[in-house]
Structure formats: C-alpha cells, structure tokens
C-alpha cells in the first residue's frame, strides 16, 4: 500500500514539475497545477495514515475535499474564458468555514472532536460538492461543443480531451465515496479509523496513475500548446451564438436557392479541405450572415456544419481511395489532405457515412 501512495505521489510531483517548466502558462496551467496539488496532498496524507500516524493533516486533508470540485470547475472554465473573475472565491467559502472550524485543533495536532452525526454531514457535503461541480463541468463542456459542432469544421482539442477523461475519473471517485460512505452509515464493514476511507485512498492513487498516463498521450496539456480556435471562440460565451430561425429573414425558397450556391462553392473551390475552415469563412465566401449559412445548412440538410463539412470530406477521401491514391499515400496521409485533423475524427465520420472501417472499405473496393 505504502508503494502504491509512493508512486502516484512521485507521479504526480513529476506532472507538476512539468506544468511549472511550461513557458507562457494561461490561466487554466496555474489552475491545472493547483489541482494536482491538492491530489499530492490527499496522497501524502494517505501515506501518513496507512503508518498511522495521525496528525491534524488528516482534518487538512478532509477539509481540501470541498477544494477539488471549484478548481476542477474553474479550470474547465478557463479553457473557454479569457477571464475568471474574483468574485469566483465565494465558491471556497464551503473550505474556508472548514478551515476555520479545525483551526483551534492545528496547535494541538489532533483531530477535530467533531460528533459522528457532524462528520457524517460534512461527509455527504463534500461528496455533493464534488458531485455538483463535475456535472456543472460537464454541462459547459457539451454546451461549448454544440456550439463548436454549428462552426467548425474541425472540433478536436487536446485540452477538452483530458478534461473529459478527468471528470470521468472523478465521477467515478465520486461513486465509490458514495457507496464507502453508505457502508460506513450501514456498519456494512467494520472499519477503524484507520481503514475507513482506504476504497477512496486507493482509487485516488491508482487514477493518478492513469490519468497521467492518458496525459502523457495528450501532451499538449502537460508540455505545451495551446487550445484549438473553437475553444478560445467558443468561450467568449456565444458573443457569436445563432438567432433563433424564425427571426430569420429566409424563406424556403431562399434557403434553396443558397443552398444551390453553396454547392456550387464546395464543388468548385472545395473549401473543406481547409482544416481551419469555420462557419464564419464559409458565409463571407458567399456573402452570407452566420445565421443565415447555418439556417440553410440546418435546414435544407438536416446537418449541422461540422457534420455538412466533414461529409464532404468522405466524399473526397472516398474519390481518391477510388483513384488508387491510397498505394502511393498513407490512408491517412489522405484525410489529412481532405481536411481532417486527427485519425480519429477521420475514422469516426468514416464509419458513420460508410458504415465501414476505412480498412474494412478498401477490402470490400478490392474485392
């Protein structure tokens, strides 16, 4: 066990390290740093008492909890907001008013003589906490990515990435707190002091490990980098968001006529294969408004511009592949040329428009 704490706390030291090394660090790196700094602690401490040594590092401990949800919730909001306002302290009160309660115990060094019923409440309230933050995340995340997906063409970040995979991993922390907190309520288990949240000590550790080890694939997040166009753009918080249609000027008949110009345009200029190509670009091509492109595109082809673009990127890449283009050039030598990029966006739309594997398309061409 000891090992355990040992090597996801030099872990994540290591990330840390890597984080600080980082030149021109943004607002969601500091955030980020500040995150894992928390987690070092939580394990340091559950160090400390797998060779029970009980200090008043274990109420620290307990009292950082109610940190984790605000810092994990600002850094996702620093991905899409230049800036984040001081007023956003009143989200570390929870914190604060838990500090200032154990304070009097610190010279002491001893545990709080918090009642069984208190620290039962305290408990369901860092989990609600932590609950409440990772959904609220998770909502700004989808609402940013619908708003990407109307346009842009190409929506990956590295970034958002992590992130996601992160919050998963602290809903699932979330869930085994929950159920060891149940046990604990139901005498389920016979736990000491000791032992009662070893479940949630060594999830913490093993997650660590892996997150880093999904980090490390992501390595913009840790080494450099920066965020893609859409998640800059997007976090201006929809200075550009759609007018709702039936404001719009369009009728039907419009909307099919722009349509047929739009065709025009991507049959003869094939803008898509512009991995940076955005909605805004595509309507000042054809002397449109935002609103009025996207209202033809949503309603003349049931799509949104993310999905319209990439279509038309299959369709090039199906061209070529019926070409023979894919002897002298890599698969995705190909969708990268087409316009994507990442293999796995390329994959993705593939599968969707095919209903086959790029490899399992050019098998059946062969044939």
Same mark, same amino acid.
């Given at each position: =066990?000891?090992?355990?704490?040992?090597?996801?706390?030099?872990?994540?030291?290591?990330?840390?390290?890597?984080?600080?090394?980082?030149?021109?660090?943004?607002?969601?790196?500091?955030?980020?740093?500040s995150? *894992?700094?928390?987690?070092?602690?939580?394990?340091?401490?559950?160090?400390?008492?797998?060779?029970?040594? *009980?200090? &008043?590092?274990?109420?620290?401990?307990?009292?950082?909890?109610?940190?984790?949800?605000?810092?994990?919730?600002?850094?996702?909001?620093?991905?899409?907001?230049?800036?984040i306002?001081?007023k956003?302290?009143?989200?570390?009160?929870?914190? !604060?008013?838990?500090?200032?309660?154990?304070?009097?115990y610190?010279?002491?060094?001893t545990?709080?003589? &918090?009642?069984?019923?208190?620290?039962?409440?305290?408990?369901?309230?860092?989990?609600?906490?932590?609950?409440?933050?990772?959904?609220?995340?998770?909502?700004?995340i989808?609402?940013?990515?619908?708003? #990407?997906?109307?346009?842009?063409?190409?929506?990956?970040?590295?970034?958002?990435?992590?992130?996601? =995979?992160?919050?998963?991993s602290?809903?699932?922390?979330?869930?085994?707190?929950f159920?060891?907190?149940?046990?604990?309520?139901?005498?389920?288990?016979?736990?000491?002091?000791?032992?009662?949240?070893? &479940?949630?000590?060594?999830?913490?550790?093993?997650?660590?490990?892996? =997150?880093?080890?999904?980090?490390?694939?992501?390595?913009?997040?840790?080494?450099?980098g920066?965020?893609?166009?859409?998640?800059?753009?997007?976090?201006s918080?929809?200075? !550009?968001?759609? $007018?709702?249609?039936?404001?719009?000027?369009?009728?039907?008949?419009?909307?099919k006529?722009?349509?047929?110009?739009?065709? $025009?345009?991507?049959?003869?200029?094939?803008?898509?294969?512009?991995?940076?190509?955005?909605?805004?670009?595509?309507?000042?091509?054809?002397?449109l408004?935002n609103?009025?492109?996207?209202?033809?595109?949503?309603?003349?082809?049931?799509?949104? &511009?993310?999905?319209?673009?990439?279509?038309?990127r299959?369709? #090039?890449?199906?061209?070529?592949?019926?070409?023979?283009?894919?002897?002298?050039?890599?698969l995705?030598?190909?969708?990268?040329?087409?316009?994507?990029?990442?293999?796995?966006? *390329?994959?993705?739309?593939?599968?969707?428009?095919?209903?086959?594997?790029?490899?399992e398309?050019?098998?059946?061409?062969?044939?």
């Open positions: =066990m000891e090992n355990l704490f040992f090597f996801s706390g030099s872990i994540t030291t290591f990330f840390i390290i890597l984080l600080m090394s980082k030149r021109d660090k943004a607002v969601y790196d500091w955030l980020l740093i995150w *894992f700094s928390i987690i070092l602690f939580h394990i340091f401490v559950f160090y400390l008492s797998a060779n029970n040594r *009980f200090s &008043f590092s274990l109420e620290l401990s307990s009292a950082a909890v109610f940190l984790n949800g605000p810092v994990l919730w600002l850094y996702t909001r620093s991905l899409f907001e230049k800036r306002s001081w956003e302290v009143v989200h570390f009160l929870p914190f !604060v008013i838990n500090l200032a309660i154990i304070a009097p610190a010279l002491q060094n545990l709080a003589p &918090f009642s069984d019923f208190t620290r039962t409440i305290l408990a369901w309230a860092k989990l609600g906490s932590i609950l409440i933050y990772c959904l609220w995340s998770i909502h700004m989808n609402k940013t990515l619908r708003f #990407a997906e109307d346009n842009f063409s190409n929506i990956e970040s590295q970034h958002l990435a992590w992130l996601k =995979m992160a919050l998963k602290v809903l699932f922390l979330w869930f085994i707190g159920f060891s907190q149940l046990a604990v309520i139901t005498d389920l288990f016979t736990l000491d002091l000791t032992n009662e949240d070893l &479940f949630i000590n060594i999830a913490v550790s093993v997650l660590v490990i892996y =997150m880093g080890y999904y980090g490390f694939r992501q390595a913009p997040v840790f080494l450099g920066s965020l893609s166009t859409f998640a800059k753009q997007a976090g918080e929809q200075e !550009v968001m759609m $007018e709702k249609y039936h404001h719009s000027s369009l009728d039907e008949a419009l909307v006529q722009y349509a047929k110009h739009l065709e $025009e345009l991507m049959a003869e200029k094939k803008p898509y294969i512009d991995p940076e190509l955005n909605l805004s670009k595509l309507a000042t091509e054809l002397n408004s609103n009025q492109l996207s209202q033809v595109i949503n309603q003349f082809y049931k799509k949104n &511009f993310y999905e319209y673009i990439n279509s038309y299959i369709e #090039a890449v199906k061209i070529r592949l019926a070409n023979g283009d894919h002897k002298n050039t890599t995705l030598g190909i969708a990268l040329e087409a316009g994507f990029n990442s293999k796995a966006t *390329f994959n993705r739309f593939f599968k969707k428009y095919t209903g086959q594997t790029p490899s398309y050019l098998k059946e061409q062969k044939t």
